[in-house]
T-cell receptor, first 113, second 116 residues
Framework: GQNIDQPTEMTATEGAIVQINCTYQ??????LFWYQQHAGEAPTFLSY??LDGLEEKGRFSSFLSRSKGYSYLLLKELQMKDSASYLC??????????????WGAGTKLIIKP | DAGITQSPRHKVTETGTPVTLRCHQT?????MYWYRQDPGHGLRLIHY???????DKGEVSDGYSVSRSKTEDFLLTLESATSSQTSVYFC???????????????FGNGTRLTVT
């Protein structure tokens, strides 16, 4: 079956660095997304990895290892506004041309002053 | 917000009544999705559309139907609402199946549905 695992909740301190892990067991891997979702709001796109390695975008970086079925989202210089849920999603190819997204349950990140 | 709106934003309805949720986009994107989001679960796909009158089931389609008669509108209908369908419903759009770097899924603001 297709499965994605993320920690349910994490706590970090303002100004610090936090790493949110995502492990996946899927077939037909075709890319991995990270989305941010503030409470009561819609998910918004953060990053996309399809090749192994690190992608940096400002304070946020995302890493992918396809051989290990592993990704992480790294948040630096944490701000209170980073308190949100972070969703990991894997794009998979099912059959000839049917692309679907498999979603993790999300990691709730709590930032403390 | 990528030109996507959902209506209504909130709805309370009684068990057994029909309910229709609307998703409207102004981006002319081919792919439209309906998800539900519940505590402890990831986003779960209900139905999706890959063009006008072209729809398919997702992993939790039982009790739901959809229609897409125009590119811009994707309707989700609960024929006879049950308490287990109390949830937050999100519509999403993309020009690319499953999204990509340049064209990730963009989500509407959600509809909070309560079935009493």
């Amino acid at each position: 079956g297709q499965n994605i695992d993320q920690p349910t909740e994490m706590t970090a301190t303002e100004g610090a660095i936090v790493q949110i892990n995502c492990t996946y067991q899927t077939s037909g891997f075709n890319g991995l997304f990270w989305y941010q979702q503030h409470a009561g709001e819609a998910p918004t796109f953060l990053s996309y990895n399809v090749l192994d390695g690190l992608e940096e975008k400002g304070r946020f970086s995302s890493f992918l290892s396809r051989s290990k079925g592993y990704s992480y989202l790294l948040l630096k210089e944490l701000q209170m506004k980073d308190s949100a849920s972070y969703l990991c999603a894997v794009r998979v190819l099912q059959g000839y041309s049917n692309y679907q997204l498999i979603w993790g349950a999300g990691t709730k990140l709590i930032i403390k002053p | 917000d990528a030109g996507i709106t959902q209506s209504p934003r909130h709805k309370v309805t009684e068990t057994g009544t029909p309910v229709t949720l609307r998703c409207h986009q102004t981006e002319n994107h081919r792919y439209m999705y309906w998800y539900r989001q519940d505590p402890g679960h990831g986003l779960r796909l209900i139905h999706y559309s890959y063009g006008v009158k072209d729809t398919d089931k997702g992993e939790v389609s039982d009790g739901y139907s959809v229609s897409r008669s125009k590119t811009e509108d994707f309707l989700l209908t609960l024929e006879s609402a049950t308490s287990s369908q109390t949830s937050v419903y999100f519509c999403a759009i993309s020009p690319l199946a499953g999204g990509g770097r340049i064209s990730p899924l963009h989500f509407g603001n959600g509809t909070r549905l309560t079935v009493t």
